[in-house]
């Protein structure tokens, strides 16, 4: 079974740095494409980024193009987004998401985590 659960969320103030971390127990995160979303209140989930599985350059939502960076750790099996820059509307509860062999993400990958809460405050 495999299970994901993200990390590193909290509160900040505007032009401050998070860093979510998504850890995976029952898969090898290399071989999964793995995706970062994101949902505020009263609004949609948003797909933020994605890396797809092996070796490859990421993909970034507009919002967020050059300040969030999505990468891999494989010998700790790890993926994080590492977020600058934040501003208030970056505020939302972030999700990882993966998928066995995939080269993209998208709303109904296998594997969700439950999430974790990002607050920036202006």
């Known amino acids: 079974q495999v299970t994901l659960v993200e990390s590193g969320g909290g509160l900040v103030q505007t032009g401050e740095s998070l860093r979510l971390s998504c850890a995976a127990s029952g898969a090898t995160l290399g071989d999964y494409a793995v995706g970062w979303f994101r949902q505020a209140p009263g609004k949609e989930r948003e797909q933020v980024s994605c890396?797809?599985?092996?070796?490859?350059?990421?993909y970034y939502a507009r919002s967020v193009r050059g300040r969030f960076t999505l990468f891999r750790d494989n010998a700790k099996n790890m993926v994080y987004l590492q977020m600058n820059s934040l501003k208030p509307e970056d505020s939302a509860v972030y999700y990882c998401a993966a998928e066995p062999e995939a080269q993209t993400c998208n709303y109904g990958m296998d594997y969700w985590g439950v999430g974790a809460r990002v607050t920036v405050s202006s």
């Open positions: 890396i797809g599985s092996g070796e490859g350059s990421a």
